[in-house]
């Protein structure tokens, strides 16, 4: 536990130095008037919409009392995916990761993937599971019998941050948005790693 911390904490130290870094380069910084600042807050802005239904609906859950009893919480986990499919029932692939979003997103992995660090990245990916296809689609569980592929820190400091309700699962080539307190699939993106 103590050394997840620490991995956290380097994480938030590195992603800062990322954004901190470049102003003292001298390097120009993305406006914030662009197109790609537009498309991602546009995907994140989502996400809130996303999380905040999310936390409304599972405030209208009895709260689940600590336990240590795995059905009790998988119970829980399983009411709350349902309130979730029901409330988006209409819903459907790009509502989240809409289509200018989904190509930043493709932007940013494929740029990571080019040149030597590129192939460290598939290497560090490929060595846990080959490239797989599973059939995924929103509202669905997520597959947690699936191999999840192994995503590296430089790759994920790349990506918009995510509320702690939320996480980004590779599987395979895909790029999933999984609802963590419910174990659904939100959105995703297809063939996101070239």
């Known amino acids: 536990m103590k050394r997840r911390i620490q991995l956290t904490r380097l994480l938030l130290w590195l992603s800062l130095f990322a954004f901190v870094a470049p102003g003292f380069a001298g390097q120009a910084r993305v406006p914030p008037d662009s197109e790609e600042a537009r498309d ?7 996400v809130r919409v996303y999380v905040k239904m999310q936390k409304a609906l599972e405030a209208s859950l009895p709260t689940l009392k600590p336990t240590k009893d795995p059905a009790q919480i998988v119970e829980y986990q399983q009411a709350l995916a349902r309130k979730i499919v029901d409330a988006r029932r209409d819903a459907h692939q790009g509502d989240i990761f809409t289509h200018e979003a989904a190509e930043r997103f493709r932007k940013i992995i ?3 993937f080019q040149g030597s660090e590129g192939r460290r990245l598939r290497r560090t990916i490929q060595q846990d599971t080959p490239f797989k296809v599973v059939p995924m689609h929103v509202n669905d569980v997520f597959p947690d019998d699936t191999p999840v592929t192994t995503t590296p820190p430089t790759l994920m400091l790349k990506l918009p941050e995510l509320p702690p309700e939320l996480a980004y699962r590779f599987v395979g080539r895909d790029l999933a948005l999984k609802d963590s307190k419910a174990g659904l699939i939100v959105d995703l993106i297809p063939k996101a790693i070239p």
């Open 40 to 46: 991602l807050k546009e995907f994140t802005d989502r």
């Open 110 to 112: 494929r740029k990571s």
